[in-house]
């Protein structure tokens, strides 16, 4: 692979208050690109001025949505060090997607690098405020000027770095959210395992439905029985019942999370049992009406750990033990956050510091 060229702005943005900054709206000054072209393979690999792609109307990330993209982050510790968080992780599932939607693969190690290069060069972008971080996103989408349904023969990788806040306003307050029985997200067999924006658009139409009735997020069940829990619109979902830690396992319509992952480690360590199975809405409104659902979070790198205050199915809302943040749901959040910015030691080679 060629070495990362560096074109710096001669046009700074001015910064938003790094105190309190809102969920990806502001974007830093520079941005890693590099170009496929079959034949040649991933090449001009550059970090330029954050700026638009000028691309033809026929361009066909616009007509057929063969795109795939991540998220990461980078952490300010106390000592004013800047860490990544399990970033090879977010690339070798990025290959997978890219197997699944016929785009070709990156090298792991060399996007890694090239996250590190471009998070050096944007220091100053990264928060020191409680909570935020350096949201990281990249992201690969075709390119051929052509209508007709075929993988594309160039494509475009970029990544953007976002200071950002809590993902939901609520912060680490509980949401609440509600089990979507009408559309659903993903089936087997589908894009559903993968990070691609068609899963992310499917699942807009009912998490309007669920905002306008003010819930935070929609669960979604299974494509083929509409009786299976899957995962929530923005991170995986998480129970604990009768101090058991459940979770929907990975038949190929759920993300693997990294969050999850790494969650699921902890939590195992920890001597907790795991279970990663099938879990009908059945049998959690019954284990929740019995009080054996003690507590439910969700995980995400976005909300890295979000509590779950109440459910809403089929018109009744169900809290979820007293409403507030179980104890264990706060121990992981304080865990994993300890982790990531630097509070408590990494044990577990999790962590990559700049």
Known sequence: MEAITIER????????????????????DHM???NYVDGQGWINPRIVPYGPFELDPSCMVFHYAQEIFEGLKAYRTADGHIQLFRPA???????????????????VDFCVEAVKQLVELEQDW???????????????????????????????????????GNYYPEGLDPVKIMIENEDVRAVRGGTGYTKCGGNYAASIRAGERAAKKGF????????VHRKYIEEVGS????????GKVVTPE???????????????????????????????????????????????????TAAVVSPVGAIEYLGKTYTIGDGGIGALTQKLYNELTGIQWGKIPDTRGWVVRL
């Open 89 to 107: 992780d977010n690339f070798r599932r990025m290959n997978d997607s890219a197997e699944r939607m016929s785009i070709p693969p990156i090298d």
């Open 250 to 300: 990975l038949q190929g319509s759920v993300l693997p999370g990294i969050t999850r992952r790494s969650i699921l480690q902890i939590a195992r360590e920890w001597g907790y049992p795991v279970e990663e199975r099938l879990i009908s809405v059945d049998e959690l409104i019954t284990e929740i009406e019995s009080g054996k659902v003690e507590e439910v979070w969700g995980t995400g």
């Open 235 to 242: 991170m995986n979902i998480m129970f604990k019942i009768d």
């Open 126 to 164: 990264v928060p020191t405020a409680d909570a935020a971080s350096l949201y990281i996103r990249p992201f690969i989408f075709a390119t051929d000027n052509a209508v007709g349904v075929h993988a594309s023969h160039t494509y475009i990788f970029c990544i953007i770095l976002s200071p950002s």
């Open 9 to 28: 702005t001669k046009t700074p943005k001015q910064k938003p208050d790094m105190e309190n900054l809102p969920f990806g709206k502001y974007f830093s």
């Open 32 to 34: 890693f690109v590099m």
């Open 216 to 223: 935070s997020q929609v669960l979604w069940l299974d494509g």
